[in-house]
């Protein structure tokens, strides 16, 4: 039996909550779904960091091969080769490069998650990706924390619904599912009645915290492709060792 949690926002996260547990850090508008994306498209791991004058720090040290990439408020930070996009992380701009990444929210959400035996990431675009490696790696019992990043702390639904994606997919008959995680699996089930499913979760974003600052930025391109439902077979895992996502 898996017992699954789920976290509205990250900083509604009690400390020490996915102590010893498998973490699933989700922020699909953007950080996951760009995260993914760099690893699908041959990146050589993805370094989240923090604070951004870390991540200046960590790509000076990796060398030149190495891209720095993230935003502040949705924008590019200065400097920076790449933003938090999903649509800049091509193949032909990433593939071979170890990529150094710090965001609003999606890399504080994964410090966040840091006492979890195991930390992956999530979205849309892997959802039944991450539900298979959750299976595999849970056993037969383990606590499974999906850690939703919000936006600028509140609750967006985007993570909600990716959460719930993640759980249609993943839980069992026999599993406990605690009241958020259950809430997110109805409003997941609800909108997966669509006809156009990748149509409905835009709608959803449009509507959401994270994705009204992006429409606003003229950024709207990127919520179909983090809408992409399943598109993506890679999900990164956290290496201590080297502080990667591989």
Not at 17 to 24: D, Q, S
Not at 61 to 77: D, F, K, M, Q, V
Request: a neutral charge; hydrophobic letters at 50%.
């Amino acid at each position: 039996m898996i017992r699954w949690h789920c976290h509205d926002t990250y900083q509604q996260m009690p400390p020490g909550a996915a102590a010893g547990g498998i973490a699933v850090v989700i922020d699909v508008l953007r950080a996951s779904t760009t995260m993914i994306t760099a690893l699908a498209h041959g990146a050589a791991g993805v370094l989240p960091v923090a604070d951004v004058a870390a991540a200046r720090g960590r790509a000076a040290a990796l060398g030149p091969n190495a891209l720095l990439g993230g935003e502040r408020g949705g924008l590019r930070l200065p400097g920076f080769d790449l933003g938090n996009s999903p649509r800049e992380y091509t193949a032909d701009r990433v593939a071979g490069r170890a990529v150094v990444i710090t965001t609003t929210n999606g890399t504080a959400a994964l410090h966040a998650a840091r006492d979890a035996a195991t930390i992956v990431v999530g979205a849309i675009v892997n959802r039944s990706a991450t539900a298979a490696t959750l299976r595999r790696i849970a056993g037969a019992a383990a606590d499974v924390h999906l850690v939703c990043a919000g936006t600028d702390g509140a609750v967006s639904a985007e993570d909600i619904l990716a959460a719930g994606a993640i759980l249609a997919a993943a839980a069992d008959r026999g599993d406990r599912l605690d009241a958020v995680a259950t809430a997110a699996l109805t409003r997941f089930r609800r909108v997966a009645t669509a006809a156009d499913l990748p149509t409905a979760l835009v709608a959803e974003f449009r509507r959401a915290p994270g994705g009204a600052n992006l429409v606003a930025l003229g950024m709207e391109a990127d919520l179909p492709a983090a809408a992409a439902i399943d598109t993506a077979t890679v999900v990164p895992r956290f290496d201590r060792a080297s502080g990667c996502l591989i």
